[in-house]
């Protein structure tokens, strides 16, 4: 397993599965009803990181509610269903970016909104066709 794979299926795996476990116990409203919303629903989003600004690795993360069931390395297929299509989003980050992020475990946990803030200009969006 290459280093960048552990960083996505080892650390942002285990630490995304805190933090949403934290939120539970935070916010229990806002997690029921998000749970209630993405309740058996399975998605994925994918994560394609860069060093120097070269592709790195593709990340596939699939999910089923708001659970990370599977990780896939090498692919990058993104598929969100709703009611209008299915939407493709991923994100695009460098690597240092991504391990500082993962290093603002007590941010990444306890204050996502100010760790987003904190980071949005190092993660690109993107849409497949």
Known sequence: MT???VLVREKFVSLKNRAS???AEKNPKLFSLLNMFLAGKKYSVGIQVTENGQKAD???IHAEGLKITEVQSGVLAPKIEHPFG???PYVIIERDA???ML?????FINEPYTLMRKYMADV???FMR
């Open 3 to 5: 280093d960048i794979e």
């Open 21 to 23: 476990d934290v939120l």
């Open 58 to 60: 593709d990340f596939t």
């Open 86 to 88: 299915i939407i493709k």
């Open 98 to 100: 991504f391990e500082h």
């Open 103 to 107: 290093q603002d475990e007590h941010e």
């Open 124 to 126: 690109t969006i993107k």
